[in-house]
């Protein structure tokens, strides 16, 4: 078993933290990364808009009528600290997020990880905020089998069928196609797809991905861990029937990141606003429930640079 990438991805993260003591903050990324777009979408100057409605954008991790339901409340409560409406807003994908969220039309994204550094590098959003789950700042995407599938190692996936969220989901497709490719020394993501699988097939959320196994229309699904937490209600069944073969090396926790047009003074109010609920067990609550939030910390840019060098030997880079 090759151990290439635990190898590149330690010293990738060595340089990430060397380059801490000498970044500076807020647009750090517009140095690095510079943008196409100056995300103000509605003719802003970057650094002065404060808009009377605030569109908060999210992703379906989940099913998507269940998130718009949920953030309500949160959009809610943001109201009444900012003093301004706030407005939820989900998203069918990454992608129209990012979009979004370059034109304006969105203001304040829960941006995963992925589509974070394709923001940045297309639109100088910036990352205030990151999610904390159960203490931690990381996850691990796993791989889910069929209890009954015989599938026992990373070996025994050539020939089958992998079902996962989105192509530019990073617990879903990154970080999984990049260990594979290093285990199998596999030069593409598109050989990986085409050569290594028999059939790669992207269902749109995590809990979908999960869903497929279970029903037996995929072999194995890549999801964050563990998915089978949010389905066991609906899905009794789901943690005996579906089992972990696998995980990946750490991937930082998603953001909540903003447009570069909004006034710095009023990011600072929408940051703080967001840090005050880890004092709000209601909050959390419903954090918890959109998102699996379990608590809110502050972010730097850099410290998505390991996911950026993932990204790079995938080729979705953005």
């Known amino acids: 078993m090759k151990k290439l990438l635990t190898v590149m991805l330690v010293a ?27 995300g103000a979408g509605s003719g802003e100057e970057a650094g002065t808009e404060k808009p009377d409605k605030l569109i908060m954008g999210f992703v379906p991790s989940t099913e998507s009528d269940k998130i718009a339901d949920t953030v309500e409340p949160l959009a809610e409560r943001l ?26 039309k969105v203001h ?16 100088d959003i910036e990352v205030i905020l990151k999610s904390i789950r159960n203490g931690s700042s990381s996850y691990k995407a796993q791989y889910l089998v069929r209890a009954d599938s015989g599938i026992e190692s990373f070996a025994d996936l050539e020939g089958k069928i992998w079902a996962f969220g989105d192509i530019t989901s990073t617990s879903g497709f990154l970080f999984p196609a990049v260990q594979l490719m290093q285990e199998f020394d596999i030069d593409s993501t598109d050989a990986l797809q085409q050569d290594f699988f028999a059939q790669t097939v992207a269902v749109g959320s995590h809990d ?20 089978r937490d949010v389905l066991e209600a609906d899905y009794p069944e789901v943690k005996e029937e579906l089992v972990v073969l696998g995980y990946t090396d750490p991937i930082p926790n998603d953001t909540i990141s903003v447009i570069p047009s909004l006034d ?35 972010a730097s840019d850099e410290e998505y640079d390991i996911v950026r060098d993932v990204a790079r030997l995938t080729g979705y880079e953005g």
């Open 264 to 298: 710095p003074a009023f990011v600072e109010e929408i940051k703080q606003a967001f840090l005050s609920f880890n004092d709000d067990e209601e909050m959390i609550e419903i954090m918890n429930d959109v998102y699996r939030w379990t608590g809110i910390d502050e």
């Open 108 to 123: 304040i994204g829960f941006v995963p990880t992925f589509a974070y550094i394709q923001a940045n590098e297309r639109y």
């Open 79 to 104: 109201s009444e600290i900012l003093g301004v409406e706030v407005e939820g807003s989900v998203m069918t994908n990454y992608t129209a997020l990012v979009e979004a969220m370059g034109s304006g």
């Open 208 to 227: 979908n991905a999960a869903l497929t196994v279970l029903d037996g229309d995929a072999d194995v699904a890549t999801t964050f861990d563990d998915v």
């Open 12 to 38: 990738i993260l060595a340089v990430a933290l060397a380059a801490c003591g000498t970044s500076n903050n807020g647009n750090n990324a517009g140095t690095n990364n510079a943008g196409t777009n100056n």
